[in-house]
């Protein structure tokens, strides 16, 4: 198993530009969540995800958008790009209590992001 | 709503001596909670969770955490530190629903070990 794979690891954007960060998992985990890690501030909730078409808002969703259309990918958009959303991006994803889960979350490599 | 404290920003020990981080939680019932280690660059890795049962978890690395739920505490602790466990700790407690799709992090203690 790959895991949790995110594509791009490195990008530069400038202000007002859009983009995708990808992500993709392959141990069929319902479950996927997007955090941001900023200096000071631990991983802030971005946006997550209780199964394909299911979303839902975390702390800090402002300014990012999310779909899921298969188990397998949640991509996270930047409609806009603004230079407070410089940060290093973390895909993670999980099992669900139902499936006999223990609550983990498995967390890709991460995205430095830096909007200039 | 849910929260951590972690209140050392910045710890240094030698190598060899003996570590507690230190983590508090705000919760409304039995939390989940975990630490994951994060060296320069990289991504989480879980040392260790707790979900129930016995209140004293071993995790990888030769790290355990006690969960003591009249402090609202879950400290992480290593009896003999390694100068390769020098990296950034968070501690995190898993969300209402009782699903693993939220977390909510501490803002993590750096660990710095000297020879």
């Known amino acids: 198993n790959a895991g949790v794979t995110q594509t791009p690891k490195f990008q530069v954007l400038k202000t007002g530009q859009s983009m995708t960060l990808q992500c993709a998992q392959d141990?069929?985990?319902?479950?996927m969540s997007w955090y941001r890690q900023d200096p000071g501030m631990g991983l802030r909730l971005i946006h997550y995800?209780?199964?394909?078409?299911?979303?839902d808002q975390g702390e800090v969703p402002n300014g990012y958008n999310v779909s899921r259309s298969t188990t397998e990918d949640f991509p996270l958009r930047l409609l806009s790009a603004a230079p407070s959303q410089t940060s290093v991006y973390f895909c993670?994803?999980?099992?669900?209590?139902?499936?006999?889960?223990?609550?983990?979350?498995?967390f890709g490599p991460g995205t430095r992001l830096t909007v200039t | 709503a849910q929260s951590v404290t972690q209140p050392d920003i910045h710890i240094t020990v030698s190598e060899g001596a003996s570590l507690e981080l230190r983590c508090n939680y705000s919760?409304?019932?039995?939390?989940?909670l975990f630490w994951y280690v994060q060296s320069p660059g990289q991504g989480l890795q879980l040392l260790l969770k707790?979900?129930?049962?016995?209140?004293l978890v071993q995790g990888i690395k030769g790290f355990e955490a006690e969960f003591k739920m009249s402090q609202s505490s879950f400290n992480l602790r290593k009896p003999s530190v390694h100068w390769s466990d020098a990296a950034e700790y968070f501690c995190?407690?898993?969300?209402?629903?009782?699903?693993?799709?939220?977390?909510?992090f501490g803002t993590g203690t750096r660990l710095q070990v000297t020879l």
């Open positions: 707790y979900f129930s049962g016995d209140t």
């Open positions: 995800s209780v199964g394909a078409g299911i979303t």
């Open positions: 919760y409304g019932a039995t939390p989940y």
């Open positions: 995190a407690v898993g969300d209402d629903t009782g699903t693993a799709s939220k977390l909510t």
């Open positions: 993670a994803s999980s099992y669900s209590y139902s499936s006999g889960g223990t609550y983990e979350q498995y």
């Open positions: 141990m069929n985990h319902e479950y």
